[in-house]
């Protein structure tokens, strides 16, 4: 891959969205919304986490919009956690690093399995694509100043 | 997103995977290898960490494998760090985290850009794509146990 431009990135989301997400809890935790999880003590049972730990991930996420927090309608002392789009917004990232775990950890396959709820087929891995739907090496990417950029 | 499993994940590599990645330095370190930094004093001049932790996370990366660790040729006193296939196939997460960072942090267009060498026009949004090419929203996907993936 190669680089026009001498600096990293003047202007770059990632540590934004690391603000949020970079930390090892929040990902699992991600992944048990994501499988369903809705209450406290199934994130607590699960994970394995110490509760202020979970209580202060949790409240980040909700903080952060990742998250809403409402409560159970039939008990008014639960909560229940759903995820919100923003949320739902980094399936893509958590999927991605499921596929890189399973590929280069060696851990095998993982299961559950997502899979398209129409045929019960699994989704392609994830991979930078190009507009016309080429999936790009990084010896086929380029880095350039958005000035640069065929908008055609 | 449906799921017909109790449990979020007897068997899962995103544990595996966090124990590399699951960390804000490794995601912006790793950024910094792909736009082509390779010295630790260039990594240390952009990303403003400090000495020992770069110095850390750096040996860990070469001890996970994520990247080459070599003498230059030119002045052996001189370290080369290079990013390993396996650190290279990173690049899809990372990609989506900083997406997600542009769309959902309120950052704008992140610059330098990410391209498709061959026209220099941006790559596609990362996506969960079905094998039939579909993007798939949340509610288009499914968990299943891996005995029932449909495998046709």
Same mark, same amino acid.
């Given at each position: 891959?190669?680089?026009?431009?001498?600096?990293?990135?003047?202007?770059?989301?990632?540590?934004?969205?690391?603000? &949020?997400?970079?930390?090892?809890?929040?990902? $699992?935790?991600?992944? #048990?919304?994501?499988? #369903?999880?809705?209450?406290?003590?199934?994130?607590?049972? @699960? $994970?394995?986490?110490?509760?202020?730990?979970l209580?202060?991930?949790?409240?980040?996420m &909700?903080?952060?919009?990742?998250?809403?927090r409402? #409560?159970?309608? @039939?008990?008014?002392?639960?909560?229940?956690?759903s995820?919100?789009?923003?949320?739902?917004?980094?399936?893509?990232? $958590?999927?991605?690093?499921r596929q890189?775990?399973?590929?280069? @950890?060696?851990?095998?396959?993982?299961?559950? &399995? $997502?899979v398209?709820?129409?045929?019960?087929?699994?989704?392609? @891995?994830?991979? /930078?694509?190009g /507009?016309?739907?080429?999936?790009?090496?990084?010896?086929?990417?380029?880095?350039?100043?958005?000035?640069?950029?065929?908008?055609?």
């Amino acid at each position: 891959m190669k680089s026009s431009t001498k600096t990293s990135a003047a202007k770059c989301s990632l540590p934004a969205a690391l603000d &949020v997400m970079g930390e090892r809890w929040s990902f $699992l935790i991600l992944r #048990g919304a994501f499988v #369903g999880f809705s209450h406290f003590e199934q994130f607590q049972a @699960e $994970l394995g986490i110490a509760r202020n730990i979970l209580a202060n991930r949790l409240s980040k996420m &909700v903080t952060h919009g990742l998250m809403n927090r409402v #409560g159970c309608s @039939e008990d008014r002392r639960k909560v229940i956690y759903s995820l919100t789009p923003k949320g739902e917004a980094l399936l893509p990232v $958590l999927i991605a690093l499921r596929q890189w775990g399973e590929r280069w @950890e060696n851990c095998g396959p993982s299961n559950p &399995v $997502l899979v398209d709820a129409r045929d019960r087929r699994p989704i392609r @891995e994830i991979c /930078v694509l190009g /507009v016309d739907g080429r999936v790009l090496a990084p010896c086929e990417l380029k880095w350039i100043d958005s000035s640069e950029v065929n908008q055609s």
